[in-house]
Nanobody
Framework: VQLVESGGGLVQTGDSLRLSCAIS????????MAWFRQAPGEEREFVAG????????IYADSVKARFTISRDNPKNMLYLQMNSLKPEDTAVYYC?????????????????WGQGTQVTVSS
């Protein structure tokens, strides 16, 4: 199974970005999915997650009301729409597939990870 993120870049405060994650095979449709991020010198932190149907979503408090996670199961794609970006959102963003059908805030519950895409927000 391969996860490949795209869509990162350098933006200014208040801008928007849409991250995408392509999954290499159909395992994706039965798994909870999530986005995590890791800033330099910091631990990897949970950003957003959703269950295999996409009906239940969870968010970190720091991104709630600004970020939206979604999935397109037939296309094996996961997305993260990021609005009103702030400098503190600067990090490498990773998509991850869970061991179960539900999402979790804990990184240990995910067994497939992408290589990450850099998001940099300038002030």
């Amino acid at each position: 199974v391969q996860l490949v993120e795209s869509g990162g870049g350098l933006v200014q405060t208040g801008d928007s970005l849409r991250l995408s994650c392509a999954i290499s095979r159909r395992l994706f449709s039965n798994n909870g999915m999530a986005w995590f991020r890791q800033a330099p010198g910091e631990e990897r932190e949970f950003v957003a997650g959703l269950d295999w149907r996409g009906g239940t979503t969870i968010y970190a408090d720091s991104v709630k009301a600004r970020f939206t996670i979604s999935r397109d199961n037939p296309k094996n794609m996961l997305y993260l729409q990021m609005n009103s970006l702030k400098p503190e959102d600067t990090a490498v963003y990773y998509c991850a597939a869970a061991r179960s059908a539900v999402a979790s805030r804990q990184a240990r519950n995910y067994n497939y990870w992408g290589q990450g895409t850099q998001v940099t927000v300038s002030s």
